[in-house]
Nanobody
């Protein structure tokens, strides 16, 4: 059984920074993509950033490119999302997800661009609030 637990959310003023962390427990098998997604009230789930476990290839959603950085620590089996220059529109619930079936770049980009919680292992989320 795979468990995904997020931490690090909070409230910050526009222009500030936050760091989210995701701890993954359990066996996830071979190399695959894992990442961060978010959802604001009344809006659809949105892909934020994804990273490949083997080699660290990353992809980002257009709205966060240049401001957010995803990274991983293999020893601790954690995924970190460093968020800088935060904007009010970055507010929402942030979810960490691990999907062992996402093993190709094509599948990963599709997952990022057409975010869905249908597959994979997801955490309960951590709230991020950015005030203007």
């Amino acid at each position: 059984q795979v468990e995904v637990v997020e931490s690090g959310g909070g409230s910050v003023q526009a222009g500030g920074s936050l760091t989210l962390s995701c701890k993954v427990s359990g066996s996830t098998g071979n190399s695959h993509y894992r990442g961060w997604f978010r959802q604001a009230p009344g809006k659809e789930l949105e892909g934020v950033a994804i990273i490949f476990t083997d080699g660290g290839r990353t992809y980002y959603g257009d709205s966060v490119k240049g401001r957010f950085t995803i990274s991983q620590d293999h020893a601790e089996d954690t995924i970190t999302l460093q968020m800088n220059s935060l904007k009010p529109e970055d507010s929402g619930m942030y979810y960490c997800a691990v999907d062992p079936t996402k093993v190709s770049d094509t599948a990963a980009l599709d997952w990022l661009n057409r975010a869905s919680r249908k597959f994979g292992y997801w955490g309960q989320g951590t709230q991020v609030t950015v005030s203007s």
